[in-house]
């Protein structure tokens, strides 16, 4: 399965916060329980070398920033495919890019190669901020 498209835009200095559910060719929703996620912003593709910019991992940040398999709000089961996608507000003003690639993956398994499925692509903006603390 190729990877889905998906571009997006985070404004520096607010919290970013969406939702995505992943779905079968049946239209079902996957079960995440035994899954694992990531998702990189680049300056260009890794193999380019490019500057990594933010990671986020399904091992959220003490902010929440990270990939929440509990959809957006945390209360959805990981039966329901929700995959929310929250960047904290302190860590999108550390942000420099004007625009960014990104790519999630999804991993199930351990050792050096799990089963992996690269289920997003895309583009991300970053809407700079005027407003300072």
């Not at 035994?34 to 680049?42: F, M």
């Not at 302190?90 to 499925?117: Q, R």
């Amino acid at each position: 399965m190729a990877a889905g498209k998906y571009s997006f835009t985070i404004e520096q200095g607010t919290t970013t916060n969406f939702e995505i559910q992943y779905k079968d060719s049946n239209n079902t929703p996957v079960d995440l329980t035994n899954y694992s996620g990531r998702l990189q912003i680049r300056s260009t593709y890794a193999q380019d070398s490019g500057e990594l910019f933010l990671t986020l991992s399904s091992s959220l940040n003490s902010d929440g920033t990270g990939l929440n398999f509990s959809g957006s709000n945390g209360s959805t089961s990981p039966t329901s495919g929700s995959i929310g996608i929250y960047i904290a507000a302190c860590t999108s003003s550390a942000l420099i890019f004007n625009e960014a690639k990104y790519d999630l993956e999804l991993y199930s398994g351990s050792g050096e190669c799990p089963f992996t499925i690269r289920l997003l692509e895309g583009n991300v903006k970053l809407s700079k901020e005027v407003t300072r603390i």
